[in-house]
C-alpha cells in the first residue's frame, strides 16, 4: 500500500508538471521522456538509466542490452543523416537506451513471472526514474523562471557578507587558475549525475546475484533531493551572483537585469535589500543549492565504499562546492542550506526504510527546523547579518555542523554492533 500512494502521488505530480509545462508552452516531462522515442534525446540521462537498469541483468544479458541501443542509435543516426534532420542541442543518440528500457518492460510483462517480473519492472522502473527525473527537473526550473518574475538575491548577498562573500573571494581564484582549472571544474559540475550513478552501480552491484535490491541506497536520496528542493526554488527565487551582479553565464542578458556589473573584483554594497525584477529565461535554482545537496549525498554514501570511491567522493564534494562558488553560480549562505537539506532527507529516507526510532526522529526535525531558520534568517535578517558577520558567520556554520553532527552521531547509532566472541571458561584440574 505504501509503494502504490507513492506511486499514485508520483504520476499525480508529474501529470501536474505535464500540465503546468504546457501552459507556458513547454513540453512537460512525459512529453519529453516520450518525443526521446523518436527525436534525439539528451543522451547521458538515458544511457545513465540503462546502466542502472542493467544491474538486474546477467552478464549476457548486459552485453546484449548493450548492444541493442548501440545498433538502434546507429540506425537512427543514419537515418537522420539521410534525410538532413536538423539535431536538438546537438545531441543525435540516445533513443537506443530508451528502446531498451521500454522493451525490457514489455519483456517482464509478457515473458517473466513471479519475483524474475517484480525485479525487471524494478530495474526498468529504476532506470526511467533518472530519466524522469532530469525531465521533471528541466520543467520545474522552466516554471520557476515563469511564474517567479522577482528574486531575492539582494537579500542573500547582503547575508552572505556574514560568511565573507566566498563567492566573489573563490571567483577571482577560479579566474586565476586560467582556462585549465575552469574547464575541470566545468567537468565535475557539469557530470555530477555520471558521478551519482558509478556510486549507485557500486551499490546494486550484487543485484543481479541476490535476486534483490539493497535496503537503501544513493538513487533514492538522489531522486527526493530532486524533488522537493525546486519546491523551495519557489518559494526562495534566487538567480545566482554571477546573474544578480554580474554578465550572466549563458549570456542570457544578465547585465541589463543585473543590480550592476560587479561579480566577483567587487563584492556588493551592504544596502537594504529589496525583491527585483529579473527575466523569463534564468532558472530561480539557488537556494539551496541542490549541486551541493546531491554531492554531499554522494559523500555521505562512499563513506562505507573501498578507498579510490572514498577518495572520488571527496574529491566530488570539494570540486563541487569550489565550482558553484567560482563561477557564481551560488552563494556561500546557498551551501550551508544545501548540506543542511541533504543530510535532512537523507536521514528521513533511511529512516522510512529502516523504522522510525528517536534518534531519527530527532535529527529529522532538528534537520528541518535548522533550515527553515536559515532560510528565515536570510530573508528577515540580512542586514543584521552584514553589519555583525563575526556574530552571524559563526552561527551558521555552528548551525551546519550541529545537523552535520546529529548526523554522524545517529548513524553510529545505526550501526550494528559485533556481539563478543564467548570464550570457553577455563577447566580446574583436580589437585
Given at each position: 500500500m505504501l509503494w502504490a500512494a507513492a506511486g499514485v502521488a508520483a504520476l499525480g505530480f508529474l501529470i501536474t508538471l505535464e500540465i503546468a509545462g504546457h501552459h507556458y508552452g513547454q513540453p512537460g516531462p512525459i512529453t519529453s521522456l516520450l518525443s526521446g522515442l523518436i527525436f534525439a534525446p539528451k543522451p547521458g540521462p538515458l544511457y545513465g538509466g540503462m546502466a542502472l537498469m542493467m544491474v538486474v541483468l546477467t552478464w549476457r544479458q548486459r552485453f546484449i542490452a548493450a548492444g541493442v541501443a548501440i545498433g538502434i542509435d546507429v540506425v537512427f543516426v543514419l537515418v537522420r543523416w539521410a534525410v538532413d534532420a536538423r539535431m536538438s542541442d546537438g545531441h543525435f543518440f540516445g533513443?537506443?537506451?530508451?528502446?531498451?528500457?521500454?522493451?525490457?518492460?514489455?519483456?517482464?510483462?509478457?515473458?517473466?513471472?513471479g519475483a524474475e517480473r517484480v525485479l525487471l519492472l524494478k530495474g526498468v522502473g529504476l532506470g526511467l526514474l533518472l530519466a524522469v527525473a532530469r525531465k521533471s527537473g528541466d520543467t520545474w526550473l522552466f516554471i520557476t523562471s515563469k511564474t517567479r518574475p522577482a528574486v531575492l538575491d539582494q537579500y542573500v548577498a547582503t547575508a552572505d557578507h556574514a560568511l565573507g562573500n566566498p563567492s566573489w573571494l573563490v571567483g577571482r581564484m577560479v579566474r586565476a587558475t586560467g582556462p585549465i582549472g575552469s574547464h575541470v571544474?566545468?567537468?565535475?559540475?557539469?557530470?555530477?549525475?555520471?558521478?551519482?550513478v558509478i556510486v549507485a552501480l557500486y551499490q546494486l552491484r550484487n543485484v543481479a546475484v541476490e535476486r534483490r535490491f539493497p535496503r537503501h541506497h544513493l538513487v533514492r536520496t538522489f531522486l527526493v533531493i530532486g524533488l522537493l528542493g525546486p519546491a523551495i526554488y519557489m518559494i526562495f527565487p534566487v538567480v545566482g551572483p554571477v546573474f544578480a551582479y554580474g554578465p550572466g553565464a549563458s549570456g542570457t542578458g544578465g547585465v541589463h537585469w543585473a543590480v550592476a556589473n560587479l561579480w566577483p573584483d567587487t563584492p556588493p554594497p551592504i544596502n537594504t535589500p529589496h525583491p527585483m525584477s529579473y527575466d523569463?529565461?534564468?532558472?530561480?535554482?539557488?537556494?539551496?543549492?541542490?549541486?551541493?545537496?546531491?554531492?554531499?549525498?554522494?559523500?555521505?554514501?562512499?563513506?562505507?565504499?573501498?578507498?579510490?570511491?572514498?577518495?572520488?567522493?571527496?574529491?566530488?564534494?570539494?570540486?563541487t562546492l569550489t565550482a558553484t562558488l567560482g563561477f557564481g553560480y551560488h552563494y556561500g549562505v546557498d551551501l550551508v542550506a544545501g548540506v543542511v537539506f541533504a543530510l535532512t532527507i537523507e536521514t528521513a529516507v533511511r529512516s522510512l526504510d529502516r523504522g522510525w526510532d528517536r534518534p531519527g526522529i530527532q535529527l529529522v526535525i532538528c534537520g528541518a527546523t535548522v533550515f527553515a531558520a536559515l532560510l528565515v534568517s536570510y530573508r528577515c535578517l540580512p542586514m543584521e547579518m552584514a553589519r555583525h558577520p563575526w556574530v552571524f558567520g559563526p552561527l551558521l556554520i555552528l548551525a551546519m555542523t550541529s545537523v552535520v553532527y546529529g548526523y554522524v552521531r545517529t548513524t553510529k547509532l545505526w550501526e550494528p554492533t559485533a556481539a563478543p566472541t564467548p570464550q570457553p571458561e577455563p577447566r580446574l584440574e583436580p589437585v
Open positions: 533513443n537506443g537506451a530508451l528502446w531498451v528500457m521500454v522493451g525490457c518492460a514489455v519483456i517482464a510483462v509478457t515473458r517473466r513471472t571544474l566545468h567537468l565535475v559540475y557539469a557530470q555530477l549525475a555520471v558521478a551519482a523569463e529565461i534564468t532558472p530561480r535554482n539557488c537556494m539551496p543549492s541542490l549541486h551541493t545537496a546531491w554531492a554531499t549525498a554522494i559523500f555521505v554514501h562512499t563513506r562505507s565504499a573501498p578507498r579510490i570511491l572514498r577518495f572520488a567522493g571527496t574529491f566530488w564534494l570539494i570540486a
